[in-house]
């Protein structure tokens, strides 16, 4: 009833928000693309997708089908390496950014597994600067991660703004630094937030640094001070910071998957972690069970 390569743009185009960024992510014309959503929606008799020239956003009716035509994939990609044996073998490098730690990324990971048994996953949890030298050093196959404005390298999984958060109760004093709950060097949230103060000449002072998104949370929590981080993946106990505090605009940044270059890695696996990933983006924006709501 639903064709498949439909069923992929539909993803493609829930994730991206945009029928010409799933065009150029799919390698189709936008025309193609918009036909396969517009058989979709002719087989389910319903209206996936609410569009006018500005915007593109799910219906209640598409939310519904996001699960479904996973699902449906999932099976379709088993049955297919079932009955023309092609099982993915070999070691898969994975990297993956701190911002991704209370994400439902461990969910995606699981199905990848699942799906391919016999490829033994190696996973790194780093920073994405750290994550994106690893992977220039060949010491990686494939990185999940942000990168940086002038980087043009990676495949885009989503992008989002970069705002400031703390806890509920902290209170910025205009006329002292402000304090800075930060990563470490190369942190790509470290850098754009302190060039972003400087461009403004706001004084500022780190309060805090650790390498691990636990600590900075922590940190937040305790009322130390402030942290520039996803809009999307705010931490549970975090907010905003109200824009009387007058801090300065962090703008947007990329989250992207970047492969390595090494000839001996096995990228079939890469590619179908890739595909899994961007097949499912929009659940990078959810949190696991357990771990609270995003704001």
Known sequence: MYDPAQLRTFLTVAQTLSFTGAARRLGLRQSTVSQHVRRLEDATGRALFS???????????????????????????????????????????FGASEDFVLTRLPEILEGFRYEHPEVDLELTVELSGTLHEQLAAGRLDLVLAKRRPEDPRGEPVWRDRLVWIGAERLRLDPDRPVPLIVYPPPGITRALALAALERQGRPWRVACTSGSLNGLIAAARAGLGVMAHSRGLIPPGLVRVPDRAGLPELGGVDFVLVHGRRHDTPHHAADALATAILTSGDRLHRRGVGQGTTY
């Not at 219906?59 to 999932?74: N, P, V, Y």
């Not at 099976?75 to 092609?86: I, K, L, P």
């Open 51 to 93: 569009r006018d020239t500005h915007s593109v956003e799910l219906t209640e009716d598409g939310e519904a089908m996001l699960g479904f035509a996973r699902r449906i994939l999932q099976v379709h990609e088993q049955a297919a390496a079932f009955f023309t044996g092609a099982r993915l073998r070999g070691r898969l490098r």
